[in-house]
């Protein structure tokens, strides 16, 4: 079976060497067009490359935060089972249940607070602290972010290790609200780290449990995983389980939705390029059916059946995508490879130093699914165009064919 | 003898109302050697190529081996022209791409034929039909006579039952003319084929076992 695929592949080999100029006239088709999809394809696939590295170079993106949700109708709760199968999710190398609260000072700042097991949150969020020392658990101590910690040195006297007063927001039968005074102590302060945390209060869960009653259930789980990558998977799993994932990872999946969009609609417009190309194969196999009318004929009476007509022209037409195919990829790379050496330079000139970091080492991405969907595509389109041309090729009369 | 193929009162009708065959009767053994007679319109191709299964009749039966012909089950015409039939024409038709060896190979890839085989049995025809030095040549480096004699060799390497002959002296001079029809009658004779051989040459006919006239689409004689 096999063999006989590699004799009708030869014969195949030589028909098209017949014509050689055609062929290449048409391979150079088909390659443009998979040269030119595979081109703007790379150039978004770098543009993605460069907008994630820029958010995972400012961000923290292997912080999941995990929030009450909701799955076909049912709200979920976090209990602390819950809390138990979120860490038995893969990747998740820490976690944190966390109660939220907020407090006030007696200069009316407000305080975000964050119940949390001292050391729990200190692994899940790498927390360090710049003076004094992470509270400890079962007391009344506290640490703060940086910034709020500065502000509250500075503005209201607070003191590391000295009593610090705090309101508790309650509202009474009638709606009204009714602040009631709890006492903590500032322990630490902890290093900035350029997020939302740098103006938290965190306090020891059972603490904040207390002053929060009647309350079922944790606020939030903060979930630390492995590495970027995984992110997403966890996230994905957790929504599995009926909670909300949230982080700045979400910020990468919106620009690759985002530039899923762009590509299709740049691949479309590079599409129409390949369509020219599918064109060019069908006229290029008519034209050779039409030629060869004569050997058809002779083939015909010698014995090939219609299907064997049909696979002498698909045949040619493989070879023809396989070739372009081929020729589209190396296009490909050589494209991408200008525009990395000589068009991100340029570029970079262009916009000025500030943006040396962005376009980090290419411009262009071409990975190799992306070369096996070029060949695959050229391969495919050649099959589709060369079936009308096969259809007719199969369906001449032998007696006429012969006498052409 | 046993009755190879047997036609009776074939009829073709062209769309233009032409009556090219008109209720032809033919009975052939096997190992015969007939030539059809008949001048330039008579019908004769039109004949070879209902029997070789290019063209179908629009009455009466084509039977081979006393089984009826059904033209219109086309793998039945398929398994037809590649089991019982090998074809030469007047044109030679061979592949100009293909060299004499590779012609005489070619209707053997069709029918599944691995490669050493083909090759062997091209080979030996090629030797048959005195071309063993031409294996190599491609048609347009050799004279009609002798691409005629690769058509000869080409239409026997499927070992038909009938070799269909249409005008195969056509286009060669008298002398090669007569080493061609020579070759087919040793042909005939080693190795048992038949030969069903249309010409408008009465010398060249009288050389067959059997002669039957046409004229106008019918059996004279
Ligand atoms: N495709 C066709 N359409 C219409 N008429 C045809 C067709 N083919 C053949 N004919 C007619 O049928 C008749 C028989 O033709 P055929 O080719 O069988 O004759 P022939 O005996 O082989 O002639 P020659 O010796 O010139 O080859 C002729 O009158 C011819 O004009
Ligand atoms: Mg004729």
Known sequence: MSAMLLDHLTLAIRRLKTRKVRVLLTVLGIAIGIAAVLGTVSLGEGIRMQAVETIRASSDLTLIEATPGNLDGTSYLITPSSVEHIRSVPYVTASSAILKDSYASQHQTYLPVIGADDEEISKVLDLRVETGRMYTSGSAEAVLGADLGEYLRRYEGMQIGSPFPVMVREYDDEGRPRDREIAITPVGILSPRDDRYDSALILDRELVAAEKSGQQGFDAVLIRTGDHLEVAEVAGDLRELGFSAGGAFEQIEAVNRFMDVVILIFAIFAGVSLVVGGLMIANTMMISVYEQTREIGISMALGAAEGDVMRMVLLECLLLGIMGGVAGIAASLAFSSVLNVVGRPLLLSRLGGEFSGLFGDSLSVITPPMLIAGLGIAIVLSLLSGIYPAYRAARLDPIEAMRS | ?221
């Open chain 2, 1 to 221: 003898m046993t009755t190879l193929l047997s036609l009776e009162g074939v009829m073709r009708v062209y769309q233009n109302g032409v009556k090219a065959l008109d209720g032809v009767s033919v009975n052939m053994e096997r190992g015969e050697l007939v030539s059809i007679l008949g001048k330039s319109g008579s019908g004769k191709s039109t004949l070879l190529h209902i029997l070789g299964g290019l063209d179908r009749p629009d009455g009466g039966m084509v039977s081979f081996e006393g089984r009826e012909l059904n033209f219109r089950n086309r793998d039945e015409i398929i398994m037809h022209r590649r089991k019982r039939v090998g074809f030469i024409f007047q044109q030679f038709n061979l592949l100009p791409s293909m060299t004499a060896i590779e012609n005489v190979e070619y209707p053997l890839i069709f029918r599944g034929v691995p490669r050493s085989d083909r090759h062997s049995r091209a080979r030996v025809l090629l030797e048959q039909v005195g071309l063993s030095g031409r294996i190599e040549h491609y048609p347009k480096e050799l004279s009609g006579g002798e691409q005629q004699r690769v058509a000869i060799a080409r239409a026997l390497v499927s070992d038909p039952l009938i070799v269909l002959a249409d005008e195969p002296t056509g286009n060669l001079d008298s002398a090669t003319s007569a080493g061609i029809v020579s070759l087919m009658r040793e042909i005939n004779r080693e190795r048992g084929v038949s030969f069903f051989i249309a010409t408008h040459d009465r010398d060249l006919a009288a050389r067959a076992d059997r002669i039957c006239t046409i004229a106008d689409g019918r059996m004279v004689a």
